[in-house]
Protein backbone atom coordinates (compact mmCIF):
# COMPACT_ATOMS: atom_id res chain seq x y z
CA UNK A 1 0.00 0.00 0.00
CA UNK A 2 2.85 3.00 1.26
CA UNK A 3 4.70 1.72 -2.05
CA UNK A 4 1.66 2.04 -4.41
CA UNK A 5 1.44 5.29 -2.44
CA UNK A 6 4.78 6.35 -2.82
CA UNK A 7 4.86 5.33 -6.89
CA UNK A 8 1.62 7.25 -7.20
CA UNK A 9 3.34 10.57 -5.57
CA UNK A 10 6.62 10.11 -7.26
CA UNK A 11 4.52 9.48 -10.55
CA UNK A 12 2.72 12.70 -9.98
CA UNK A 13 5.67 14.45 -9.03
CA UNK A 14 7.30 14.25 -12.06
CA UNK A 15 4.64 14.80 -14.15
CA UNK A 16 4.75 17.91 -11.90
CA UNK A 17 8.49 19.03 -12.72
CA UNK A 18 7.91 17.59 -16.67
CA UNK A 19 4.72 20.21 -16.85
CA UNK A 20 7.13 22.77 -14.98
CA UNK A 21 9.80 21.97 -17.52
CA UNK A 22 7.34 22.19 -20.62
CA UNK A 23 5.41 25.42 -18.95
CA UNK A 24 9.37 27.18 -19.09
CA UNK A 25 10.10 26.03 -22.29
CA UNK A 26 6.70 27.62 -24.08
CA UNK A 27 7.40 30.26 -22.23
CA UNK A 28 11.26 30.88 -23.27
CA UNK A 29 9.93 29.96 -26.82
CA UNK A 30 6.93 32.84 -26.65
CA UNK A 31 9.81 35.28 -25.38
CA UNK A 32 12.27 34.14 -28.30
CA UNK A 33 9.31 34.45 -30.97
CA UNK A 34 8.08 37.63 -29.05
CA UNK A 35 12.23 39.21 -28.79
CA UNK A 36 12.64 38.42 -32.37
CA UNK A 37 9.12 40.14 -33.64
CA UNK A 38 10.41 43.15 -31.47
CA UNK A 39 14.04 43.07 -32.98
CA UNK A 40 12.47 42.98 -36.49
CA UNK A 41 9.83 46.01 -35.42
CA UNK A 42 13.27 47.71 -34.93
CA UNK A 43 15.28 47.23 -37.70
CA UNK A 44 12.58 48.03 -39.92
CA UNK A 45 11.88 51.28 -38.31
CA UNK A 46 15.10 52.50 -36.29
CA UNK A 47 17.01 55.00 -39.03
CA UNK A 48 20.77 52.67 -39.13
CA UNK A 49 18.42 49.92 -40.90
CA UNK A 50 16.27 52.49 -42.60
CA UNK A 51 15.68 51.79 -46.30
CA UNK A 52 17.03 55.20 -47.86
CA UNK A 53 19.64 55.27 -45.18
CA UNK A 54 23.53 53.63 -45.46
CA UNK A 55 22.38 52.36 -48.59
CA UNK A 56 26.11 52.61 -49.99
CA UNK A 57 27.28 50.75 -47.08
CA UNK A 58 24.60 48.19 -47.66
CA UNK A 59 25.02 47.63 -51.60
CA UNK A 60 28.93 47.46 -51.37
CA UNK A 61 29.21 44.15 -51.20
CA UNK A 62 27.32 43.34 -54.06
CA UNK A 63 29.63 45.02 -56.24
CA UNK A 64 32.75 43.85 -54.82
CA UNK A 65 31.19 40.33 -55.87
CA UNK A 66 30.61 41.62 -58.73
CA UNK A 67 34.26 43.08 -59.07
CA UNK A 68 35.39 39.73 -58.30
CA UNK A 69 34.01 37.62 -60.54
CA UNK A 70 34.96 40.82 -63.26
CA UNK A 71 38.39 40.45 -62.26
CA UNK A 72 38.06 36.23 -62.67
CA UNK A 73 36.72 36.70 -66.03
CA UNK A 74 39.71 39.25 -67.12
CA UNK A 75 41.93 36.89 -65.43
CA UNK A 76 41.16 33.90 -67.57
CA UNK A 77 40.32 35.85 -70.92
CA UNK A 78 44.00 37.20 -70.35
CA UNK A 79 45.48 33.47 -69.89
CA UNK A 80 43.33 32.12 -72.37
CA UNK A 81 42.24 34.47 -75.51
CA UNK A 82 44.75 37.53 -75.50
CA UNK A 83 46.87 36.00 -78.03
CA UNK A 84 43.51 35.51 -80.39
CA UNK A 85 42.68 39.49 -79.49
CA UNK A 86 45.85 40.84 -79.65
CA UNK A 87 48.08 38.58 -82.01
CA UNK A 88 46.74 37.58 -85.85
CA UNK A 89 47.85 33.09 -86.09
CA UNK A 90 51.66 33.49 -87.23
CA UNK A 91 51.82 37.32 -86.93
CA UNK A 92 54.92 38.80 -87.62
CA UNK A 93 54.20 41.59 -84.49
CA UNK A 94 53.63 39.82 -81.31
CA UNK A 95 52.53 41.63 -78.44
CA UNK A 96 53.52 40.43 -74.84
CA UNK A 97 52.33 42.14 -71.43
CA UNK A 98 54.27 41.40 -68.25
CA UNK A 99 52.86 42.73 -65.01
CA UNK A 100 54.07 43.56 -61.35
CA UNK A 101 52.57 39.95 -60.49
CA UNK A 102 55.81 38.23 -62.17
CA UNK A 103 53.49 37.19 -64.99
CA UNK A 104 53.30 37.21 -69.05
CA UNK A 105 49.75 36.93 -70.15
CA UNK A 106 51.09 34.54 -72.97
CA UNK A 107 52.35 30.84 -72.69
CA UNK A 108 53.00 30.55 -76.51
CA UNK A 109 53.86 32.25 -79.02
CA UNK A 110 53.49 31.76 -82.73
CA UNK A 111 55.35 33.14 -85.20
CA UNK A 112 55.53 32.43 -89.09
CA UNK A 113 58.24 31.43 -91.47
CA UNK A 114 57.76 33.32 -93.74
CA UNK A 115 58.29 36.12 -91.50
CA UNK A 116 61.40 38.12 -92.29
CA UNK A 117 61.64 40.01 -89.41
CA UNK A 118 59.72 39.32 -86.45
CA UNK A 119 59.26 41.92 -83.86
CA UNK A 120 57.71 41.58 -80.10
CA UNK A 121 56.32 44.66 -78.20
CA UNK A 122 56.83 43.63 -74.29
CA UNK A 123 54.29 46.24 -72.54
CA UNK A 124 54.91 46.47 -68.58
CA UNK A 125 51.20 46.65 -67.18
CA UNK A 126 52.46 47.30 -63.86
CA UNK A 127 53.48 50.34 -61.67
CA UNK A 128 56.48 48.77 -60.19
CA UNK A 129 59.99 50.21 -60.77
CA UNK A 130 62.64 48.26 -63.48
CA UNK A 131 65.15 47.56 -60.22
CA UNK A 132 62.85 46.03 -58.49
CA UNK A 133 60.05 44.26 -60.89
CA UNK A 134 61.73 44.89 -64.15
CA UNK A 135 60.89 42.64 -67.05
CA UNK A 136 62.23 41.60 -70.42
CA UNK A 137 61.67 39.50 -73.26
CA UNK A 138 64.40 36.93 -73.90
CA UNK A 139 64.52 34.20 -76.68
CA UNK A 140 66.76 30.88 -77.05
CA UNK A 141 66.18 27.65 -77.75
CA UNK A 142 64.77 25.28 -75.32
CA UNK A 143 68.18 23.57 -74.43
CA UNK A 144 70.18 26.92 -73.86
CA UNK A 145 66.74 28.85 -71.82
CA UNK A 146 68.29 27.69 -68.24
CA UNK A 147 72.23 28.23 -69.17
CA UNK A 148 71.23 31.59 -70.35
CA UNK A 149 68.69 32.50 -67.27
CA UNK A 150 70.95 31.55 -64.82
CA UNK A 151 73.98 33.54 -66.47
CA UNK A 152 71.88 36.54 -66.99
CA UNK A 153 71.64 37.25 -63.35
CA UNK A 154 75.76 38.31 -63.43
CA UNK A 155 75.21 40.50 -66.60
CA UNK A 156 73.58 43.22 -64.11
CA UNK A 157 70.73 45.55 -64.50
CA UNK A 158 72.91 47.57 -66.66
CA UNK A 159 73.53 44.69 -69.61
CA UNK A 160 69.25 44.83 -69.07
CA UNK A 161 70.55 41.13 -67.34
CA UNK A 162 71.15 39.71 -70.86
CA UNK A 163 74.43 38.01 -70.91
CA UNK A 164 76.90 40.03 -73.31
CA UNK A 165 77.97 38.59 -76.61
CA UNK A 166 76.57 35.33 -76.29
CA UNK A 167 75.51 33.32 -79.52
CA UNK A 168 72.79 31.79 -77.13
CA UNK A 169 70.53 34.80 -76.85
CA UNK A 170 69.07 34.75 -79.87
CA UNK A 171 66.84 38.20 -79.11
CA UNK A 172 66.64 40.31 -76.43
CA UNK A 173 64.41 43.15 -75.36
CA UNK A 174 65.99 45.82 -72.43
CA UNK A 175 64.27 45.68 -69.04
CA UNK A 176 61.72 47.58 -68.74
CA UNK A 177 59.18 49.28 -65.46
CA UNK A 178 55.78 49.45 -65.03
CA UNK A 179 54.02 51.15 -67.17
CA UNK A 180 56.84 51.16 -69.94
CA UNK A 181 56.65 49.87 -73.25
CA UNK A 182 60.15 48.45 -75.26
CA UNK A 183 60.40 45.87 -78.77
CA UNK A 184 63.04 43.95 -80.10
CA UNK A 185 62.72 43.26 -84.19
CA UNK A 186 64.93 40.39 -84.97
CA UNK A 187 65.69 37.66 -87.91
CA UNK A 188 64.36 34.34 -87.67
CA UNK A 189 66.10 33.30 -90.33
CA UNK A 190 68.40 31.09 -88.50
CA UNK A 191 65.16 29.68 -86.37
CA UNK A 192 63.58 26.11 -87.74
CA UNK A 193 60.16 25.39 -87.93
CA UNK A 194 60.66 22.10 -86.25
CA UNK A 195 63.15 23.31 -83.16
CA UNK A 196 61.73 24.51 -79.69
CA UNK A 197 61.97 27.82 -78.45
CA UNK A 198 61.92 29.25 -74.67
CA UNK A 199 60.86 33.43 -74.52
CA UNK A 200 61.02 34.56 -71.02
CA UNK A 201 62.39 37.24 -68.57
CA UNK A 202 65.87 37.17 -67.67
CA UNK A 203 65.28 39.40 -64.39
CA UNK A 204 66.97 37.46 -61.38
CA UNK A 205 64.11 34.57 -60.29
CA UNK A 206 61.45 35.63 -62.91
CA UNK A 207 62.56 33.06 -65.47
CA UNK A 208 61.10 29.96 -63.12
CA UNK A 209 57.78 31.37 -63.49
CA UNK A 210 57.65 33.93 -67.16
CA UNK A 211 58.03 32.22 -69.81
CA UNK A 212 56.44 30.52 -72.87
CA UNK A 213 57.17 28.58 -75.44
CA UNK A 214 58.10 30.52 -78.98
CA UNK A 215 56.86 28.41 -82.38
CA UNK A 216 58.28 29.08 -85.61
CA UNK A 217 55.25 27.83 -87.75
CA UNK A 218 56.40 26.35 -91.25
ZN1 LIG B 1 60.49 39.92 -65.11
Known sequence: MSDSGLGFSVKRFIIFIVGCA???????????VGGSMIKGQVSKTTSKYHPERNVDDRIKPEFVLEDKVAVANAANSSVSSSADEWNAEDSCE??????DMLQFNLK????????????VILKHTGV??????????VLSSDADFMPVATAAAG??????????????????????????KTSVTFSIESLSAGDAYTFFCSFPGH?????GAFKVIA
Not at 22 to 32: Q, R, S, T, Y
Not at 94 to 99: C, D, L, M, P, T
Not at 128 to 137: L, S, Y
Request: charged share 15%; with cysteine; proline share 1%.
Open 207 to 211: YAIMK
Open 94 to 99: QVIEGN
Open 128 to 137: MAAEIMGHNW
Open 155 to 180: AGLKNNYVPVDDNRVLAATSIIGGGE
Open 108 to 119: EMKVSAACANVT
Open 22 to 32: VAILIFEGMGE
